[in-house]
């Protein structure tokens, strides 16, 4: 959306003094620990982020691609359900805030009454929350200057207030299992909405087919990314869905990460689940479009045939030029043309 562009600025600019006086190999050496445990399986049972230093190179490091990873999903779910906008988001594991500015860049934080969305932000970490309530408050944008930042234990025993969204980014790699499925539990709960974001691993992939079970089972509905709550078409162990984010990387992205490329893929799963009324796309792009001469093959999970590819050839006319433009995780066909192929 062209809304997420002033909010992509703002966090830019609030990250581009982070990491002033801090030595480049005590940050290079936070992230290598960070990258480690984040790919990791084991639950730590401890927050990663321990001091101030950790969390500067966390945020520089990760912050701008979980952004992107949220406001992917969270577009998809503003698709689903255009005529929808929180007025109230509790971001679980929220660490530096990069969920709360990812709904900011899609709703713009006033509902039509006029209202100021109400935002809090619960971590175990309380360095991460000092770090997000300082960017926060100089981004000059009211839904995450007036959040509320709180630390809070993540897990079995954890209570949610009542809320339109609640969303779970990159949390439930560091919970056992029985932790995950009390928070999944209490979010369904609490939310209307329940957003969750993981890795675009595989086990990043199996965590949130198991939250998305728990939250079908707790009565909500998958608006995005399937286009069905029916059981996942993909036979375990064969595959996995992830989508990608593309990341701009700054200058400071790139002293922390290392590297020359302006941008890099941020690799995500997700699952959107919603109490009201909700369109999930007919189909969805589950891979890289393929090109050959004259056709288009697309990967595509469907609300009826499960996983299948489709053919889109020059015959189909505005089709294939849609085709054409389509990008992994796009709906399909789009909404402009007519047909399927």
Same mark, same amino acid.
């Given at each position: 959306?062209?809304?997420?562009?002033? $909010? $992509? #600025?703002?966090?830019?600019?609030?990250?581009?003094?982070?990491?002033?006086?801090?030595?480049?190999?005590?940050?290079?050496?936070?992230?290598?620990?960070?990258?480690?445990?984040?790919?990791?399986?084991?639950?730590?049972?401890?927050?990663?982020?321990? !001091?101030?230093?950790?969390?500067?190179?966390?945020?520089?490091?990760?912050? &701008?691609?979980?952004?992107?990873?949220?406001?992917?999903?969270?577009?998809?779910?503003? #698709?689903?359900?255009?005529?929808?906008?929180?007025?109230?988001?509790?971001?679980?594991?929220?660490? $530096?805030?990069?969920?709360?500015?990812?709904?900011?860049?899609?709703?713009?934080? /006033?509902?039509?009454?006029?209202?100021?969305?109400?935002? *809090?932000?619960?971590?175990?970490?309380?360095?991460?929350?000092?770090?997000?309530?300082?960017?926060?408050?100089?981004?000059?944008?009211?839904?995450?200057?007036?959040?509320?930042?709180?630390?809070?234990?993540?897990?079995?025993?954890?209570?949610?207030? #009542?809320? !339109?969204?609640?969303?779970?980014?990159?949390?439930?790699?560091?919970?056992?299992?029985?932790?995950?499925?009390?928070?999944?539990?209490?979010?369904?709960?609490?939310?209307?909405?329940?957003?969750?974001?993981?890795?675009?691993? &595989?086990?990043?992939?199996?965590?949130?087919?198991?939250?998305? !079970?728990?939250?079908?089972?707790?009565?909500?509905?998958?608006?995005? &990314?399937?286009?069905?709550?029916?059981?996942?078409?993909? #036979?375990?162990?064969?595959?996995?869905?992830?989508?990608?984010?593309?990341?701009?990387?700054?200058?400071?992205?790139?002293?922390?990460?290392?590297?020359?490329?302006?941008?890099?893929?941020?690799?995500? *799963?997700?699952?959107?689940?919603?109490?009201? !009324?909700?369109? &999930?796309?007919?189909?969805?792009?589950?891979?890289?479009?393929?090109?050959?001469?004259?056709?288009?093959?697309?990967?595509?999970?469907?609300?009826?045939?499960?996983?299948?590819?489709?053919?889109? *050839?020059?015959?189909?006319?505005?089709?294939?030029?849609?085709?054409?433009?389509?990008?992994?995780? /796009?709906?399909?066909?789009?909404? /402009? $043309? *007519?047909?399927?192929?």
């Amino acid at each position: 959306m062209n809304a997420s562009l002033p $909010t $992509t #600025e703002a966090l830019r600019a609030a990250l581009a003094g982070l990491l002033d006086g801090l030595p480049p190999s005590q940050a290079a050496q936070a992230v290598e620990r960070l990258i480690s445990n984040y790919r990791g399986t084991t639950p730590t049972g401890t927050p990663l982020l321990r !001091d101030r230093s950790d969390v500067a190179a966390y945020a520089a490091y990760r912050m &701008p691609a979980t952004f992107e990873a949220v406001r992917s999903a969270l577009d998809a779910l503003a #698709e689903a359900a255009p005529g929808w906008a929180p007025g109230s988001h509790v971001d679980v594991g929220g660490g $530096t805030g990069a969920a709360v500015w990812a709904a900011e860049a899609i709703w713009t934080g /006033d509902d039509d009454g006029g209202r100021r969305r109400a935002t *809090s932000v619960l971590d175990w970490a309380e360095p991460a929350l000092t770090l997000g309530r300082e960017l926060a408050a100089g981004s000059g944008l009211p839904a995450l200057r007036d959040a509320e930042w709180r630390r809070t234990r993540i897990g079995t025993g954890l209570k949610l207030p #009542e809320c !339109d969204l609640v969303t779970v980014s990159y949390v439930l790699n560091e919970l056992s299992p029985a932790d995950r499925a009390a928070l999944v539990a209490e979010a369904a709960r609490a939310g209307q909405a329940v957003v969750i974001v993981e890795p675009g691993t &595989p086990d990043g992939y199996e965590r949130v087919i198991a939250a998305r !079970d728990l939250l079908i089972g707790a009565g909500l509905r998958v608006a995005a &990314p399937c286009p069905h709550s029916d059981a996942c078409p993909i #036979e375990p162990g064969t595959d996995w869905c992830h989508f990608a984010a593309r990341v701009s990387r700054s200058s400071l992205h790139r002293q922390v990460k290392g590297g020359s490329l302006a941008y890099e893929d941020e690799k995500f *799963s997700y699952v959107a689940a919603v109490r009201f !009324d909700a369109e &999930p796309v007919r189909a969805r792009v589950t891979r890289k479009p393929q090109t050959r001469k004259g056709q288009m093959l697309l990967d595509l999970c469907t609300e009826t045939d499960g996983l299948r590819r489709e053919t889109v *050839s020059k015959r189909h006319g505005p089709l294939y030029r849609a085709a054409r433009d389509a990008s992994w995780g /796009d709906a399909w066909p789009p909404h /402009d $043309t *007519s047909g399927s192929g």
